[in-house]
């Protein structure tokens, strides 16, 4: 592999954006980012890659827009669109990690190993990052060896460390660098604390499903995961969906909503609330976990 190789960017947030500068700087010919999410005006302090005239657009099409007028030798494109299996192509030679949630990283990890494509998971809290390899070699473990069943405590508040987020991007980029000329890359983990970084050999998990050729996650219809930074349960569906919101306004009537946004409607639940937004996602306040899981089902169509 070389850096003419296709790379998949997962995330255009605090993490992705900054991947996706340093591969294109360090010479990536071909990148897509894909990421749901919009450009809101809290980002543009931390995500320095976009504009004021970004606000209200994809987070996926403004990154590939500036990476193609920043870098004219590469050739960026943007998916307005949550991760699913079927974006990883055969013509993909690795995927960089951007996201901010357990449970997308834990497809993403069933999704690499199912193609045998490496995978560079990442993650950033408040002063710490980790980056991890997930290399498509016999032995090799994976992310679910050292995740499964863990809380999730990731990036999705505002408040990360810049230093932190560019050490971590830049672990990345070493990595990913590594990978594509064919250089040697050992199983390690990489913990950031903002001054150093400290190294830690991973092994096979013998109870891993993954490692086992058992992929969980491709093919579970949403993942349900708790948020600390956030205090709430997010449900994400694990793959691309449009959710009626005048139909579940009907459903719910005009007792059970609580607000209603251009596209997401905040609903009553038992004695929390449900934020449903259009693409998908929804995110649960004060709602019992086996709530959450029924209503997900419920609006998400899951039988």
């Known amino acids: 592999m070389a850096l003419d190789a296709h790379i998949l960017i ?28 919009l450009v809101l005006a809290e980002n543009l302090e931390e995500q320095p890659l976009y504009t004021s005239a970004d606000i209200g657009t994809p987070k996926a099409q403004a990154a590939a827009r500036h990476l193609n007028a920043t870098y004219p030798g590469t050739r960026a ?40 494509v490496p995978l560079l998971i990442a993650a950033a809290t408040k002063g710490r990052g980790m ?26 508040a505002s408040g990360i460390d810049p230093v932190v987020a560019d050490m971590v991007a830049q672990e990345q ?11 040697p890359v050992e199983p390690e983990l990489t913990l950031i604390d903002g001054a150093r970084n400290a190294r830690i050999a991973v092994h096979v998990n013998p109870a891993c499903e993954a490692c086992r050729g058992h992929f969980e996650y491709l093919g579970a219809p949403f993942s349900l995961d708790y948020c600390a930074s956030r205090e709430r349960m997010i449900a ?25 946004y251009a596209s ?16 998908g996602q929804i995110e649960f306040s004060g709602v019992e976990s086996s709530a959450a899981q029924e209503f997900a089902k419920r609006v998400l169509r899951v039988r």
Request: charge should be positive; hydrophobic fraction near 45%.
């Open 131 to 156: 980056v991890f390899p997930v290399l498509p070699k016999r032995g090799a473990p994976c992310w679910q060896c050292i995740s499964k069943g863990k809380v999730s405590a990731d990036d999705c």
């Open 10 to 37: 997962v995330g255009a947030g605090r993490l992705g954006t900054r991947a996706a500068e340093r591969m294109c700087t360090a010479g990536a010919k071909r990148i897509t980012l894909c990421d749901y999410d």
């Open 264 to 279: 997401a409607l905040l609903v009553k639940l038992g004695g929390g609330s449900a934020l449903v937004h259009a693409h």
């Open 236 to 260: 994400r569906p694990n793959a691309p969906r449009v959710i009626d919101l005048m139909a579940l306004r009907a459903d719910v009537g005009a007792a059970g909503i609580i607000k209603e």
């Open 173 to 183: 980029v070493r990595l990913a660098l590594d990978i594509l000329h064919d250089r």
């Open 77 to 116: 494109i943007g998916i307005p669109s949550m991760f699913s299996p079927e974006l990883l192509t055969d013509d993909i030679m690795l995927i960089i990690d951007g996201t901010d949630n357990l449970g997308t990283r834990l497809m993403l990890n069933d999704a690499a190993r199912a193609k045998a």
